[in-house]
T-cell receptor, first 113, second 113 residues
Framework: SAVISQKPSRDICQRGTSLTIQCQVD?????MFWYRQQPGQSLTLIAT?????????ESGFVIDKFPISRPNLTFSTLTVSNMSPEDSSIYLC??????????FGPGTRLTVL | KQEVTQIPAALSVPEGENLVLNCSFT??????LQWFRQDPGKGLTSLLL?????REQTSGRLNASLDKSSGRSTLYIAASQPGDSATYLC????????????FGKGTRLSVIA
């Protein structure tokens, strides 16, 4: 398994501000993923965070809105920029281990007023 | 494009009942399938991982089956308990490597004492 921690666990932010979410894994992993879960919905992949190169974004997500850093093999950050109420979601960090088994962090619950 | 459907969307059962949650996927060419549990406002906990070559996996009171040819998986929960109340998510990995999981919308389970 994998032990994944996220900070903050929750936050309430004002429209137009930015929030950076941190993800820490207990050991080195090649791929880290960022997902969004909007209220009442399932998970949507935002991007794959690659160490040493730019993140790979899914359709509908752009770097200007969701900049990602991956400075080493155990840590990544996701920034939600220029927030609006539509960005209110749970943001989840995830890693892949073993035979393509995937594990998730506890999530960051974001509310934008 | 792979799509994952989970039926029912919500289920309420009395404590002690055995129950089955269903997951179907449109493209049978999957690498593996994973079942997760999500408690309200929390991250995901991996329950069972079934490789495409496997037919089922068991963990305690949980049993997951996979019929790749028909595009179906079931999660069987024996002797349900109030602590089993959560949302159960099914996700498929379309192929090996770093391809992202495709999630269903989940089944919200309530076990009534």
């Amino acid at each position: 398994s994998a032990v994944i921690s996220q900070k903050p666990s929750r936050d309430i932010c004002q429209r137009g501000t930015s929030l950076t979410i941190q993800c820490q894994v207990d050991s080195q992993v090649t791929m880290m993923f960022w997902y969004r879960q909007q209220p009442g919905q399932s998970l949507t992949l935002i991007a794959t965070a690659n160490q040493g190169s730019e993140a790979t974004y899914e359709s509908g997500f752009v770097i200007d809105k969701f900049p990602i850093s991956r400075p080493n093999l155990t840590f990544s950050t996701l920034t939600v920029s220029n927030m609006s109420p539509e960005d209110s979601s749970i943001y989840l960090c995830s890693v892949q281990r073993g035979v393509n088994e995937q594990f998730f962090g506890p999530g960051t619950r974001l509310t934008v007023l | 494009k792979q799509e994952v459907t989970q039926i029912p969307a919500a289920l309420s059962v009395p404590e002690g009942e055995n129950l089955v949650l269903n997951c179907s996927f449109t493209d049978s060419a999957i690498y593996n399938l994973q079942w997760f549990r999500q408690d309200p406002g929390k991250g995901l906990t991996s329950l069972l991982l079934i490789q495409s070559s496997q037919r089922e996996q068991t963990s305690g009171r949980l049993n997951a089956s996979l019929d790749k040819s028909s595009g179906r998986s079931t999660l069987y929960i024996a002797a349900s308990q109030p602590g089993d109340s959560a949302t159960y998510l099914c996700a498929v990995r379309p192929r090996s490597g770093n391809t992202p999981l495709v999630f269903g919308k989940g089944t919200r389970l309530s076990v009534i004492a």
